[in-house]
């Protein structure tokens, strides 16, 4: 043989966790309120996914990414909101612009755009009605054929009916202003490139209209809910009423938590913390059900014994592997902070996290909770006067 | 019982070969793969548009605006039709995006204005009471004319933007109103908005049927110019792809004359003048004959002025055919049978029902049916994604290392060993999948991999932990491990459903790269199930065999 198996645990261990189920649960509480209060007072940083907006990955052409400079510049473009983060390393940055709204600010930018790129004669300025028309001016008549390439240049699409007849020099394109304020996503897009174009390299750009964000941002609090549920349903199918409302509390203690953590370091809430927020769900479940299957046959072999000596029992009987499945996991996720590179460092982050609550609240809210449930109120006597014994 | 049965054994191994073979396509260089059967060479995973670089947006169809322009248009017909069956009216109105509502004058004219009515479109749902009529189109033919129009925008899509032929472009329907289009290895979007916004160009030519009636050798005088058929080009595709191929690359695009003369495909001589130009047509649809059987034809109305142009063109010319040329190919030439006026006509020919849809979304594809608005946009630079792949593989790696690592300290050699081997199984199992799918490999698919990898070995430990009390409670190395497997096996369903469970939902609800990491963590828990137990279960059943342990090295 080469080498014996370490085991993590020798024998098996005697550990009170639910004599500790006090100060689990206060600072259960402490952390759960705190995340709370975090994302009422201070909010999500969402991404753009879900606020909609401009996200651009850049590169110095030479040197490093100069940051104040570029917050400088791209501050006063007339595009709103800009933030920016050095990306992976030195030399690359995140620029994020909030979501543009349809108003005339955003057809000024378009007019900016549009001289720079196709010449001082050209002109686009908001039509006369309160609606989202536009109306672009061009230097000579032009065809509608010319005019659907002029105008894409300020990446507007248009449907073959919304351009002019004729051979003119004015074009109105009638739009809705909700169909503007998609359009300036694209405007906002071509003026940051235009502005700092010359020292630096667009790597990646993502634009999310308005409508869109709010889709996914709707979804997004669906498939959580809907998550939590169907899994909190799955367990009490599985055992009893109070294993399924264990289960629940102990997710919603992992989700809050995480999302605090979210609050705590200013992490992007985008579409992959969502993916995150899931699977931490759906992993830390996983030791929540060991151990609920160990109680589950431990209840039926030791029905003499005491609730709380007897889940002590249980999770002791079952740390070895707790520790060792949420070990597996969690180098894996390791592994990925340290090398999953920028994209996915909210993710990774947060699985780590994940990983650590769920172990926790496996031990000292989902098991906790059966002995407030009041699981079996005959054994959960055997406790109590266990403890009379010992104090008389 | 721990050892499997026989037949179990070899189902096992067959399963994993399998697997082995579908994961292959992936790996094997295109030189081999060339000479392989084409479904096989379709088994592979397509790397997601964040990992290869492209673009990819998300386009809503402003449904809205059709529906307000049709019944516009059904309000002029109507008002048309009573004005010709002499049923006075007060007032025609359009609701927006609802009904066309008719006042008429005389409440006893109700009926024969119905029937009026019922003479423009039959399939009309008409409502209201005393003078007033409410039109309005039913959900049926309202749900039918959406699909139509979504699925026409994407065929006019997938037209204008590859027109080369080479960027296979993923344009696919979403939700009710939207159209995914991804684009894999374009940076710069500018040219490509402006292919979205190309119209393809539609017109209707005369044969010149005397040059047609001398044959290929005749000289084709300067009124007449050579244009392939779509038949012929699709020939051609087929007897010659190198020609096909440079037809498509070449920059700028050759003439329909050019590719006459060069490649010689099927082609018609046809007058240069223009009779109609497709801004003029309306609509074109499929439909079929009323008498005579029946048989399907295409049907289409031209507005005013293309009505007349087409009306006087046509009675001029019974008996010759009309080419109808879209870009550079003709798509169809029907021989004129009667003059057609009234701004609508018929083609007819020996169509089947699908030649006549394809036609008709064809004549259609001059104009895209619905504005479409960019509601989401996503480019990322080639380099970008190789950046992603790289540092994707470095974390997958050594995730997978420090697992395994993990496993061989803790469980030793033999168990870790097997442990490890089965997750790296389940691992080729994942790949198989999601090549057989035809799936896409993102960046959070990576990360969904890592986890797999890290939760894959999780229910070998649920195993072991159990082989380790079994075999302290005094079991026999044998009978400690058969016990360990059965009674692990609650514990280690119960906890991976719930994962499940996650994944599935996070599959539904999410949308482009995040269902990519529900795709292959889903996958990848559920084939560990197999792996997890089955597999190992029978790597351990040679191994006792092979070893007869007096203690087992856990």
Known sequence: MLWRPHHLIRARPNFDFLGKRKIAMVLSTVINVASLVGVVVFGLNFGIDFEGGIAVQVRAKQGTVQLEELRSTLGHLGVGEVSLQEFGDASTALIRVQRQEGNNQCVANADKVMKRRAGDGWGVKPGPAATGDVEFTAPRALDGVSWRDAVSRVGLTVQERQLPRGTVNVAKIEMTPEQRAEWCQQVAIKLVEDTIGNNYELRGTESVGPKIGEELMRNGILAVVATLAAIAIYVWFRFEWQFGVGALIALLHDVLCTVGLFVLLRLDFSLTALAALLTIAGYSINDTVVIFDRVRENMRRYKKMGLIELLNFSINETLARTLMTSGTVFVAVLALVLFGGPVLYSFSIAMLWGVIVGTYSSIWVASACLVYLKLRPEQLRIDEEKAEKAKA | ?554
């Not at chain 2, 034809?297 to 879209?326: E, V």
């Not at chain 2, 060993?417 to 959070?444: D, E, H, K, R, Y």
Request: charged fraction near 20%.
């Open chain 2, 1 to 554: 019982m721990l050892n499997l049965q026989r037949w179990q054994t070899i189902a096992v191994i067959a399963f994993t070969a399998l697997a082995v073979l579908f994961a292959l396509p992936n790996v094997l260089p295109a030189v081999v793969l060339d000479h392989l059967p084409g479904w096989y060479q379709q088994s592979r995973i397509n790397l997601g548009l964040d990992l290869r670089g492209g673009a990819h947006f998300l386009l809503e169809a402003d449904l809205r605006s059709v529906l307000n322009e049709r019944l516009t248009n059904l309000s002029d017909s109507v008002r048309g039709e009573l004005r010709k069956q002499q049923v006075p009216y007060k007032d025609i109105t359009v609701e927006q995006g609802r009904a066309v509502n008719v006042l008429l004058r005389d409440e006893s004219q109700r009926a024969k204005a119905i029937e009026a009515i019922r003479n423009v479109d039959p399939s009309l749902a008409v409502s209201g009471s005393g003078d007033t009529i409410r039109l309005a189109y039913s959900d049926q033919d309202l749900f039918r004319r959406k699909k139509e129009v979504i699925d026409q925008s994407i065929e006019i899509l997938r037209r204008r933007v590859d027109e080369t032929g080479t960027i296979e472009p993923t344009i696919v329907r979403q939700g009710d109103d939207r159209i995914l289009l991804q684009v894999p290895g374009i940076k710069d979007t500018t040219d490509l908005k402006r292919k979205i916004n190309q119209t393809a160009k539609l017109t209707f030519h005369l044969v010149n049927e005397d040059v047609a009636a001398a044959g290929p050798s005749a000289n084709v005088p300067p009124t007449t110019f050579m244009v392939p058929t779509r038949e012929g080009m699709q020939e051609l595709r087929r007897s010659n792809p190198k020609a096909w191929d440079e037809i498509q690359a070449a920059n700028p695009r050759m003439g329909p004359e050019q590719i006459c003369r060069r490649y010689q495909p099927q082609c018609l001589p046809v007058f240069k003048r223009v009779i109609v130009g497709g801004e003029d047509l309306d609509d074109a649809k499929a439909t079929f004959e009323q008498q005579q059987g029946g048989r399907p034809i295409i049907s289409f109305t031209f507005n005013a002025s293309g009505g007349r142009a087409f009306c006087a063109a046509t009675r001029a010319n019974i008996g010759k055919r009309l080419a109808i040329q879209l870009d550079n190919e003709i798509i169809s030439a029907p021989v004129v049978q009667s003059a057609i006026c009234g701004g609508s006509g018929i083609i007819t020919g020996t169509f089947t029902t699908q030649q006549t849809q394809e036609q008709a979304l064809l004549l259609r594809s001059g104009a895209l049916p619905a504005s479409l608005t960019i509601i989401e946009e996503r480019t990322v630079g080639a380099d970008l994604g190789a950046d992603a792949i790289r540092d994707g593989t470095v974390a997958a790696l050594v995730g997978t290392g420090l697992v395994i690592l993990l496993m061989l300290i803790v469980y030793g050699p033999v168990f870790g060993g097997f442990a490890s081997l089965a997750m790296m199984v389940n691992m080729l199992l994942v790949f198989a999948g999601m090549s057989i799918l035809g799936a896409s490999l993102t960046l959070p698919g990576i990360a969904g991999l890592v986890l797999t990898v890290g939760m894959s070995v999780d229910s070998n430990v649920l195993i072991y932990e159990r082989v380790r009390e079994e075999s302290a409670n005094g079991r026999s190395p044998f009978s400690a491990l058969a016990t360990g497997y059965e009674r692990a096996l609650t514990a280690v369903i119960d906890s991976n459903l719930t994962a499940l469970i996650a994944g599935v939902l996070l599959f539904g609800f999410g949308s482009g790269p995040i269902r990519g990491f529900a795709t292959s963590l889903t996958l990848g828990l559920l084939t560990h199930l197999f792996t997890a137990t089955i597999f190992t279960r029978m790597l351990l059943s040679f191994w006792v065999r092979w070893r007869r342990p007096t203690a087992l090295p856990i």
